[in-house]
């Protein structure tokens, strides 16, 4: 249980293109998902907290114009890198929440494999 | 704010030898940790998890994890290591309703 996927795994665009990246829950229902940005041997970066219904809430630093998310369902997220350019090349992460595990206040997070954005 | 702490960028060990990632954290009120492995261009996958209760933790795939208050630490264990525990180990708190991450120490495992 708790699996949730991404998709694309890995995508090349042109610099000035837009590109959505999909994050599903296959087999929970996920009021809160994450979308983190990971770079080479670093750590994972927060960009933002995305809320079913609602709009998401931003990390400091993150431009919400650049990356559009929207969450339309209990089990669908979506981040869009719009106009994208070669600094946006990276490792996206999404992850989720069991709200069924013990209502959601688990707080264990469960990831998807992951995106690799190569914009040329 | 909430943190933790991987003071280790990478820890070496024999196959077959205990292993320990190191973490400590930094927390107001009571913590909720958590432990991360991260294969290759993989997402990562949750080990286990300190909420209250026991302050040894069983998780997935042999591995324990150690709360200790008084050092507040929440070290990563394992009795013996294999080859396939090398990956990257992330340590996290949650603050409130996120995850804060280490920084990450790579496992290496060598025959």
């Known amino acids: 249980g708790a699996v949730v996927s991404q998709h694309p795994s890995r995508v090349i665009c042109k610099s000035g293109t837009s590109v959505k990246i999909e994050c599903r829950s296959l087999?929970?229902?996920?009021?809160?998902m994450f979308w983190y940005r990971q770079f080479p041997k670093q750590s994972l970066m927060l960009m933002a907290t995305?809320?079913?219904?609602?709009?998401?809430?931003?990390e400091q630093g993150v431009e919400k114009d650049k990356f559009l998310i929207n969450h339309a369902s209990l089990t669908l997220s979506t981040l869009t890198v719009t106009s994208a350019h070669p600094e946006d090349s990276s490792f996206y992460i999404c992850?989720?929440?069991?709200?069924?595990?013990?209502?959601?206040?688990?707080?264990?997070?469960?990831f998807g494999p992951g995106t690799r954005l190569t914009v040329t | 704010a909430q943190s933790v702490a991987q003071p280790e960028d990478q820890v070496n060990v024999a196959e077959g030898n205990p292993l320990t990632v190191k973490c400590t954290y930094s927390v107001s009120g009571n913590p909720y940790l958590f432990w991360y492995v991260q294969y290759p261009n993989r997402g990562l996958q949750f080990l286990l998890k300190?909420?209250?209760?026991?302050?040894l933790v069983k998780g997935s795939y042999g591995f324990e994890a150690e709360f200790n208050k008084s050092q507040t630490s929440f070290h990563l264990k394992k009795p013996s290591a294999l080859v396939s525990d090398s990956a990257l180990y992330f340590c996290a708190v949650r603050d409130p309703d996120k995850l804060i991450f280490g920084t990450g120490t790579r496992l290496q495992v060598f025959p």
């Open positions: 995305s809320n079913e219904g609602s709009k998401a809430t931003y």
């Open positions: 087999d929970f229902q996920a009021t809160t």
């Open positions: 300190y909420i209250t209760g026991d302050n």
């Open positions: 992850s989720a929440r069991d709200l069924g595990l013990a209502g959601g206040q688990s707080y264990e997070q469960y």
